[in-house]
């Protein structure tokens, strides 16, 4: 089957259902070549190139969610690739030049967004890299999948709130400082709330302004210096779209200089 997919990567041929459920089976192998260069790789390009039907797409999803891919009993590998899967998913069916737009069921992608809000808080394996298993990358991953998510269409605007709660979670469960730029990703989230008007840069100044990360004990200080971290990534987000208002710099600048 490796050789097969493999050799399908290089073409242009529609997937069976065997093939798509053993993609399935080895989203958390623990071989990062296969994980990472040939499950996900298959993945992207299935959906990229239009290889598989809606109803297929439809119930790649269905059978994932049999297996409580985001549950903590599941494998860090497979809660980790499965946020990119789904990560996935959601913005095909949120492009509306793709095959796959709206392909999602009402139910199905109200499932997705919530899934998408909690992993991040009950995740307690933040592992960046390990030299054995390559990337695992699971607040990163997360981060990804919370930003397909914000970025929907159909996301209300009205749950944004909990979207920075996600995050101000995340960053208060640290027990070590981000290794691998997981707090640039963190920081697209509100920087896209923002460009795609979900949220106001009034509210988000507010948000910021509200932020208090003790740093008295060495725990404190490694999650107040992740803070830090995704508040200088936010500040320069902002700045690059544009987006960084007088309010919004005084904001960050202020929760950067107050140690």
Not at 162 to 172: A, D, P
Request: net charge negative.
């Amino acid at each position: 089957m490796k050789n097969i997919l493999a050799s399908k990567l290089q073409a242009t041929q529609a997937y069976t259902d065997q093939e798509l459920s053993w993609l399935l089976d080895n989203i958390d192998h623990p071989n990062p070549a296969i994980r990472d260069e040939l499950v996900y790789a298959s993945f992207c390009h299935i959906f990229l190139d239009n290889l598989v039907t809606r109803e297929q797409a439809q119930s790649l999803l269905q059978f994932s969610q049999e297996t409580n891919p985001l549950s903590l009993e599941s494998s860090t590998l497979k809660r980790s690739f499965t946020c990119l899967l789904y990560c996935l998913l959601l913005s095909v069916d949120n492009n509306q030049d793709s095959e796959y737009s709206a392909f999602l069921s009402t139910k199905d992608r109200e499932l997705l967004f919530q899934q998408a809000l909690d992993y991040l808080t009950i995740e307690n394996d933040w592992s960046g890299y390990d030299e054995k298993l390559g990337w695992i990358h699971t607040a990163a991953h997360g981060a990804d999948f919370l930003l397909a998510t914000s970025c929907h269409n159909q996301f209300p605007a009205e749950k944004s709130k909990e979207v920075w709660q996600t995050i101000i979670t995340c960053l208060n469960k640290q027990n070590q400082v981000f290794s691998a730029g997981e707090e640039i990703r963190l920081a697209q989230i509100p920087v896209y709330l923002l460009l795609n008007k979900k949220v106001s840069g009034q509210e988000l100044t507010e948000w910021i302004s509200k932020l208090d990360f003790p740093n008295q004990e060495p725990l404190d200080y490694f999650r107040w210096l992740n803070l830090q971290h995704f508040l200088s990534s936010l500040y320069f987000q902002l700045k690059s779209h544009q987006a960084l208002t007088a309010e919004l710099r005084q904001a960050i600048e202020g929760k950067i200089e107050t140690v």
